[in-house]
């Protein structure tokens, strides 16, 4: 199938109804049937199961616990780098936000102002500062680690559209990631302000953070905001913070004059939770 056509397809296809049923299939305990699906799914991607805290796939009652599986202990050492890639993936896009603008793809970029739901002071911190899209695929591990120290300030969900994530969906569809439903998560480092945006796609039946627990669904028609006191979430390096019932993107921003991305860290380069992302400028 062409990358056109399969970029048509996305705009006809029943994308809520597709994710609503896969959420609710993704739950179900089917004893037998459950694990004939999770054995197919890690043949058909080629699912590591010896990183797994529990490799044995009849081990897991419903889809959703395999899928969002930990990790064995000792599987992803942080590295000594003052911000750490917080997912496994690969890099979709990274590099410095030009004002207002994220690069997506060639002849794609979006504003943070409506990748953040529309708040223009919000955005307005990031300006010119750095951004990274990276994506996971149905292989990888799907809970997401925090990047660097922070204290949560608010979480803003983002009600949107269900286009699946991909390379080729970011070369054909405009303005994606800030037209999906999103979650927003909104931190304050000891450098100022930073955000993990949690991009939803189609069949990603669910989003979760660790201090909220499952935000969607329900999925509402109207943007929601929770602000947090000061110290009331704080997480360290390296911690949970969240996760996908599904695959998806993350979106993260940094504030001008911050870091440094490592020169390894270009588009379509795998990545591992844990390792080196950047250094803190000078």
Known sequence: MSERLT???QYLLPKRALTELAGRLAGLRGGRA?????????????????????????????????FTRPLA??????????????????????GPIERDQIYQAKG??????????????????FEDGDFATLYLSPRDYHRIHMPCDGRLRQMIYVPGALFSVNPATARGVPGLFARNERVVCVF?????PFALVLVGATIVGSMATVWHGVVNPPRR?????????????????????????????VVMLFPKGVLHMNSDWRPERTIRMGEAMARRRA
């Open 108 to 125: 794609h970029a979006y504003s943070a102002t409506a990748l953040l739901g529309g708040d223009r002071r919000l955005a307005a911190q």
């Open 7 to 9: 970029v048509a397809l």
């Open 73 to 94: 202990a000792g599987a992803r050492p942080l590295a000594d780098a003052a911000f750490l890639s917080p997912v496994d993936g690969a890099i979709s896009q990274c």
């Open 34 to 66: 459950t694990t004939a699906v999770i054995r197919w799914f890690v043949r058909r991607y080629g699912v590591n199961m010896a990183e797994a805290a529990q490799p044995d796939v009849a081990a897991y009652p419903s889809f959703n616990d395999f």
């Open 188 to 192: 304050e480092g000891d450098f100022g």
């Open 221 to 249: 028609p109207d943007i929601e905001k929770r602000a947090y006191a000061d110290g009331e979430v704080a997480l360290q390096k390296g911690a949970e913070m969240g996760r996908f019932l599904l695959g998806s993107t």
